[in-house]
């Protein structure tokens, strides 16, 4: 496709389960982000993949938290035990060799009853 | 630690009346600074990159400006499809930090026509 694509686009979920968040950047970038937005609050850095070089991570708010980018493409981030204040819009954004100019998917909206 | 502040934090224009948009900052080496709109229900969409004081970009209604400690977004004669939220971010330069970028909260704007 043309853009970045997320899915799923909504997912609502238990405390306490684990849920799965998927990001197909555009293709030929090289830098993948992740963030957060909740409702009020501006977006916050998760983590972000450059190439094969190692993650940063400094933006993972807690161990529950993971995410993994297979062969430079697809990236998943995983949330285990979901707690309510997970609640909100992940968004995914790519962009060529990390130049600032991000490309933003439409996000997957989760909810943890 | 880098920090963008955006002021105000929701701005209601008549159609056709100009304003600006302020955005402040604080950061370990300014690799550059973006601005960004996002409509409801979307993710961000890029508008500008300036890297340096003193710099203008231009784009339909839009002009943004950047000094030392901010950046302003200029709209001038707006319409109602200029409404949405508008974000500035801030990119630390290399050696001072990740190629993360900080956003602010965003500025929401209503035209009324």
């Known amino acids: 496709g043309a853009g970045v694509s997320q899915s799923p686009s909504n997912k609502v979920t238990e405390k306490g389960k684990d849920v799965e968040l998927r990001c197909d950047p555009i293709?030929?970038?090289?830098?993948l982000y992740w963030y957060r937005q909740s409702l009020g609050q501006g977006l916050e850095f998760l983590i972000y993949?450059?190439?094969?070089?190692?993650?940063?991570k400094s933006g993972l708010p807690s161990d529950r938290f993971s995410a993994e980018r297979t062969g430079g493409s697809v990236s998943t981030l995983t949330i285990q035990r979901t707690q309510q204040e997970d609640s909100a819009v992940y968004l995914c954004?790519?962009?060529?060799?990390?130049?600032?100019?991000?490309?933003f998917g439409e996000g997957s909206r989760l909810t943890v009853l | 630690e880098d920090q963008v502040t955006q002021s105000p934090e929701a701005l209601r224009l008549q159609e056709g009346e100009s304003s600006s948009l302020n955005c402040s900052y604080t950061?370990?080496?300014?690799?550059?600074l973006f601005w960004y709109r996002q409509d409801p229900g979307k993710g961000p969409e890029f508008l500008f990159t300036?890297?340096?004081a003193g710099e203008e970009k231009e784009k339909e209604r839009l002009k943004a400006t950047l000094t030392k400690k901010e950046s302003f977004l200029h709209i001038t004669a707006p319409k109602p499809e200029d409404s949405a939220t508008y974000l500035c971010?801030?990119?630390?330069?290399?050696?001072?930090?990740?190629?993360?970028?900080?956003f602010g909260k965003g500025t929401k704007l209503s035209v009324i026509p």
């Open positions: 971010a801030v990119q630390a330069s290399p050696g001072a930090g990740s190629y993360q970028l900080t």
């Open positions: 950061v370990s080496g300014l690799r550059g």
């Open positions: 954004a790519s962009s060529l060799h990390s130049t600032g100019e991000l490309f």
């Open positions: 993949f450059q190439g094969n070089s190692a993650p940063d």
């Open positions: 300036l890297y340096s």
């Open positions: 293709s030929g970038h090289t830098a």
